[in-house]
Nanobody, 119 residues
Framework: QVQLVESGGGLVQAGGSLRLSCAAS????????MGWYCQAPGKERELVAT???????NYADSVKGRFTISRDNAKKTVYLQMNSLKPEDTAVFYC?????????????WGEGALVTVSS
């Protein structure tokens, strides 16, 4: 089992920045892709950004040029640097990890970090 713990959420004014962190613990061997998803009130959870174990990244169009995902494999931590935040970025941000072990695929979620952007 893998535990994911997010930190760094909070309240920020439009145009400001926040950095989210997600630390993985437990049976972390075999973790490959990690990422961030967000869920705004009344909406479904959607992709924000992902990063492979090799460092390849993928971003939602809405955050390209503003958000940067990175990871520290030694610390088993993934980060999301969010700049130029907009009120429409307000959401709960969830950390995600995918793991392959013993020929099976597993997916894990953190409990979420609330990001509120005021206008």
């Amino acid at each position: 089992q893998v535990q994911l713990v997010e930190s760094g959420g909070g309240l920020v004014q439009a145009g400001g920045s926040l950095r989210l962190s997600c630390a993985a613990s437990g049976s972390t061997f075999g973790i490959n892709g990690m990422g961030w998803y967000c869920q705004a009130p009344g909406k479904e959870r959607e992709l924000v950004a992902t990063i492979s174990s090799g460092g390849s990244t993928n971003y939602a169009d809405s955050v390209k040029g503003r958000f940067t995902i990175s990871r520290d494999n030694a610390k088993k931590t993934v980060y999301l640097q969010m700049n130029s935040l907009k009120p429409e970025d307000t959401a709960v941000f969830y950390c995600n990890a995918r793991r392959r072990a013993w020929g099976k695929d597993y997916e894990y979620w953190g409990e979420g970090a609330l990001v509120t952007v005021s206008s």
